[in-house]
């Protein structure tokens, strides 16, 4: 049976990944001092960040229409599974689950699943990557529901910023209340909670030292990593990526890795220098 794999484009599609036929993205849209940007293959992050950079504003986002997602359930594929950015942080998920319906009514029955990856980013594209998996495994549907699912549920994502700006203006940061002023260098630890939500794990004077701590609680959090694939998502800063990735690689086996860069939302968000990283 053939399928598709719909990712909002929070969630970064690799190279082999578009190339595929199986993955494509519903884009999500910026908006900087009025004008508004589209997150598809036409993002130029470079000119984005440049525009941030000049802005007296924070750039903000919409998540694609009900409407769009229907749009990209009228494939000739059987199955059709969808991963979103986390129900907390966007109303992407909500939106795929409203198109779904949309798609029922005026089409009938199709086997379609929205995913809420209580992630973002490169957690995205592991489970994106979770299902092909799956699907080449053969499992049923359901099967791959329940596998994927478990997966989520196991996931761990991290992240060090150079700044914060943009998540605390668009109210992101709910329920953090110690941030320290950025005039100090103090460069916070988060994390994603279980349901989704953002996290202070800890917080460290300098970048230097803010990845050293990340990776300290990717080593002590994460069980089976040799069993894991570990991703990096990196905006503007490919060498720290790397150099994160070989301290980590040296401190823990894990079943592959592999780095990319972040796309528009996600860039919108890390905002230049920021690391993401899922295992």
């Keep these: 049976m053939s399928y598709r794999v719909i990712v909002d484009s929070c969630g970064e599609l690799t190279e082999e990944m578009k190339q595929s036929g199986i993955f494509s993205s519903a884009a999500l849209t910026m908006q900087v001092d009025g004008e508004s940007i589209v997150d598809d293959e036409t993002f130029d992050q470079a000119d984005f960040l440049k525009k941030v950079a000049r802005s007296q504003e924070s750039p ?10 229907m749009e990209k359930y009228h494939c000739d594929a059987e199955r059709v599974y969808v991963v979103t950015l ?5 109303g992407s998920y909500n939106s795929a689950v409203l198109g779904k319906n949309l798609y ?3 089409c009938g029955a199709k086997d379609i699943h929205v995913f809420n990856s209580c992630s973002a980013s490169i957690g995205e594209t592991l489970i994106a990557l979770k299902i092909q998996e799956c699907e080449e495994a053969g499992m049923s549907f359901t099967q791959v529901i329940d596998a994927v699912e478990r997966y989520i549920s196991g ?15 668009n109210g992101r940061l709910t329920g953090i209340k110690s941030l320290v002023a950025g005039a100090l260098n103090i460069k916070p630890v988060m994390g994603s909670t279980p349901e989704g939500t953002i996290c202070q794990k800890a917080q460290t004077r300098g ?3 803010a990845l050293v701590k990340m990776a300290d609680y990717v080593v002590d959090e994460v ?3 040799k069993d894991r694939v570990l991703a990096i998502s990196h905006c503007n800063c490919a060498e720290r990526a790397r150099d994160f990735e070989k301290m980590l690689l040296e401190k ?7 780095i990319v860069d972040t796309a528009g939302i996600s860039s919108m968000y890390a905002n230049d220098g920021g690391i993401i990283v899922v295992i």
């Design 155 to 169: 996931q761990h994502t991290y992240f060090v910023l150079e700044n914060l700006d943009t998540l605390r203006k």
């Design 252 to 258: 823990m086996e894990v079943k592959a890795s592999f």
């Design 86 to 90: 986390s129900a907390e942080l966007s």
């Design 60 to 69: 903000k986002s919409s998540c694609p229409s009900p409407e769009q997602y």
């Design 104 to 106: 029922k009514e005026e």
């Design 223 to 225: 069980e089976n990593s």
């Design 207 to 209: 970048m230097k030292k």
